[in-house]
């Protein structure tokens, strides 16, 4: 699963034009992004009217749009989901996954701060991948101005993307919840399947496998 | 992968109209069901000033917007994605997808006929599960008229919902492209990852298994 980073700030400090701003930086350093708004007030991202609002409307449980440039998919839930669940459900189409919001979860965090909107931070140094703020404060977190995004783009980078992984990367998730594994297990699993799979035909460089299994009976 | 079927016809035809009548006969039935426009000609989800659209303006590869009743994901593509493609972004989440359009895929088909829009079906009676029309046809199909939702949820159900399954479901997909298993390689794998996942502890009992590998260097 690609690194997940929050970035969080009170309401209206300014958390969505950061992200904007911090986006094309990523992304000029070849990067590939994913971003993620915790919008805890629900929305509506379809028409009235539109076949896949009817879709909806008729009871759908989910809801695909597929077109040559876009694909959409937009499902009901009965909770809010966790970043492990969100981040299985984006995979590893990109390199790195930024949320807006997600205050209360563990991910590292960029905590945006303007001084005519709080006296405090939400967050403390330790959690604090960068402080993007108008004022400096005595706290032992790297400090950007507003418009840093280059500065903090450089951070993300050293931190969370440099350096190419060296070791083959295993995600499992079992009855949809995300499963730790201790590195001899991951070894035993990477090398059962990999030595399975590589009797099959044309199956020699395989860079990625994902394997679902459904147990019945 | 649960089942896909198509809703097919010539444009204008009312395959939108049948499909929401077909839900609600398969939703009181108990069945899951996931729905898939095929828009040929791109589509907008999102609204211009929306934070989600933001998002994706500023370049994001992958947009999710989260809440308490609501998943959306939106991602650029550079193809038209495959009925096999979808029904793997799809997954075990629902018991049946049933699609509008993709009349060129192999997947079963409900073709909609009106004898106003045309004289001739696009599909052959083979391929067809049911076919909706308002005139009878001389052909070997399983007909309906235009408000059978009924009758079309029960053939569905006989020919792909009824009856557990009663072996073990494996879908593989290998850098991006799902792959075709021999009944003996899937047998392999699954008593090889379930035996080494049954030595973790509280792993009795699991009904699904998701893995994902990425292998470097």
Known sequence: MPPIISIVGKSNVGKTTFLVKLLPELKKRGYRVATVKHDVHGFEMDRPGKDSWRHAQAGSDVVVVSSPEKLAMIRPTDHDWT?????????????????EGFKREEAPKIEIHRKEVSSELLCTARELVAL????QLGIAAPQFGLDDAAGVAGVLEKRFLAGARTESEVTLVTDG?????????????????????STLKGMGSLRTIDLRIKREG
């Open 83 to 99: 970043l492990p669940e969100i981040g299985h459900l984006i995979g590893d189409s990109v390199d790195i996954i930024i949320t």
């Open 177 to 197: 919840k995300p499963i730790a594994l201790a590195p001899f297990v991951r070894d035993a699993i990477v090398g059962t399947l990999v030595g399975l799979l």
């Open 132 to 135: 993007v703020t108008d004022e």
